[in-house]
Protein backbone atom coordinates (compact mmCIF):
# COMPACT_ATOMS: atom_id res chain seq x y z
CA UNK A 1 0.00 0.00 0.00
CA UNK A 2 3.03 2.50 0.88
CA UNK A 3 4.00 1.97 -2.83
CA UNK A 4 0.50 2.83 -3.98
CA UNK A 5 1.43 5.99 -2.01
CA UNK A 6 -1.29 5.66 1.10
CA UNK A 7 -0.09 6.60 4.61
CA UNK A 8 0.08 3.83 6.93
CA UNK A 9 -1.50 4.16 9.51
CA UNK A 10 -2.88 7.41 8.33
CA UNK A 11 -4.69 6.32 5.26
CA UNK A 12 -5.18 2.67 6.11
CA UNK A 13 -5.03 0.65 9.31
CA UNK A 14 -3.58 -2.86 8.62
CA UNK A 15 -3.88 -5.36 11.13
CA UNK A 16 -2.49 -9.71 11.12
CA UNK A 17 -3.71 -12.43 13.54
CA UNK A 18 -0.90 -14.47 14.01
CA UNK A 19 1.94 -12.45 15.83
CA UNK A 20 4.31 -14.73 13.83
CA UNK A 21 8.10 -13.17 13.17
CA UNK A 22 6.85 -11.47 9.52
CA UNK A 23 4.48 -9.10 11.34
CA UNK A 24 7.17 -8.12 13.80
CA UNK A 25 10.11 -7.02 11.33
CA UNK A 26 6.61 -5.05 9.06
CA UNK A 27 5.96 -3.63 12.21
CA UNK A 28 2.25 -4.98 11.90
CA UNK A 29 0.12 -4.51 14.51
CA UNK A 30 -1.53 -7.81 15.36
CA UNK A 31 -3.59 -10.81 17.87
CA UNK A 32 -0.92 -12.86 19.57
CA UNK A 33 -2.92 -16.22 20.87
CA UNK A 34 -1.58 -19.26 22.06
CA UNK A 35 -1.51 -21.55 18.74
CA UNK A 36 0.18 -24.30 20.87
CA UNK A 37 -2.87 -24.41 22.72
CA UNK A 38 -5.24 -23.98 20.67
CA UNK A 39 -3.99 -27.03 18.85
CA UNK A 40 -4.11 -29.15 22.26
CA UNK A 41 -8.06 -27.91 22.40
CA UNK A 42 -8.57 -29.36 19.02
CA UNK A 43 -6.94 -32.76 19.55
CA UNK A 44 -9.18 -32.61 22.60
CA UNK A 45 -12.29 -31.90 21.03
CA UNK A 46 -11.90 -34.99 18.49
CA UNK A 47 -10.57 -37.24 21.43
CA UNK A 48 -14.05 -36.41 23.42
CA UNK A 49 -16.26 -37.17 20.17
CA UNK A 50 -14.39 -40.29 19.72
CA UNK A 51 -14.56 -41.38 23.15
CA UNK A 52 -17.46 -39.91 23.75
CA UNK A 53 -15.97 -38.10 27.11
CA UNK A 54 -16.05 -34.25 27.93
CA UNK A 55 -12.74 -33.71 29.00
CA UNK A 56 -11.79 -29.92 29.60
CA UNK A 57 -10.44 -27.21 26.99
CA UNK A 58 -7.40 -24.67 27.75
CA UNK A 59 -8.78 -21.65 28.43
CA UNK A 60 -7.28 -19.03 25.73
CA UNK A 61 -6.03 -15.63 26.23
CA UNK A 62 -5.60 -13.11 23.51
CA UNK A 63 -3.51 -9.73 23.52
CA UNK A 64 -3.41 -7.50 20.92
CA UNK A 65 0.26 -6.11 20.07
CA UNK A 66 0.03 -2.65 18.85
CA UNK A 67 2.81 -1.55 16.45
CA UNK A 68 3.31 1.09 13.47
CA UNK A 69 0.26 -0.20 11.15
CA UNK A 70 -2.51 1.50 12.76
Known sequence: MRRLGFSIPGDL????FDNTEVAHLLDLTTI???VVQQAE????????????????LN???YKLIER???
Open 32 to 34: DYP
Open 13 to 16: GIMG
Open 41 to 56: NAFSILQNRWNNTNNG
Open 59 to 61: TLS
Open 68 to 70: KST
